[in-house]
């Protein structure tokens, strides 16, 4: 019997533990470009990034620029920005992606799963029918039908013709 290998070497960064110290949703912090850093759009109070270990393909974070990590720390302007984001970002996705449905929403605080508890992020995740197989249930692996890299230059354009 022949041995299959299911190679992502990307994907050890991940799971090795080891996390940037800077805030992924602080641009400031870190030197690195724009499209290095997988930032889509970014004003005076959101920004959006590709999820750099994405549960699916097109897996979006929609943050304020503020570093907040509380739902109710929002302002009501930065709260509203997020939700028009979202619905801009919903109609990229589906021009380019053409995904099924789409799950949105916070997790707060660390044992809520969130990855970056120290500032809140809208998770907007494109869903397939069938995205779910064994290699989710079974191994929690996950296939990414598209590299990062190609698809942020594919949506970069749309996400510049937004204003919020």
């Given amino acids: ?9 990307w994907r050890g960064e991940y799971v090795s533990g080891k996390k940037d110290p800077n805030c992924i949703f602080c641009p400031e912090e870190c030197p690195l470009p724009d499209e290095e850093r997988l930032i889509l759009y970014r004003d005076d109070k959101i920004l959006v990034i590709m999820n750099k270990f994405p549960y699916n393909t097109g897996h979006l ?23 028009k ?10 021009k380019v992606l053409k995904p099924d449905g789409f799950n949105i929403g916070f997790n707060l ?11 809140i992020h809208l998770q907007l995740v494109p869903r397939w029918e069938g995205d779910i197989n064994f290699l989710a249930i ?7 039908s598209k590299h990062l890299k190609a698809l942020y230059k594919e949506l970069f354009p749309y996400f510049q013709e937004i204003k919020l």
């Fill in 109 to 119: 605080g660390k044992v809520a799963g969130a990855g970056y508890p120290d500032h």
């Fill in 138 to 144: 079974l191994d929690e692996v996950r296939v990414i």
């Fill in 1 to 9: 019997m022949e041995r299959k290998i299911l190679w992502a070497p």
């Fill in 85 to 94: 984001m979202s619905k801009e970002a919903i109609k990229i996705l589906k």
């Fill in 61 to 83: 974070l929609i943050a304020p620029r503020r570093h907040i990590a509380n739902l109710e720390d929002l302002k009501d302007e930065e709260l509203l920005d997020i939700m």
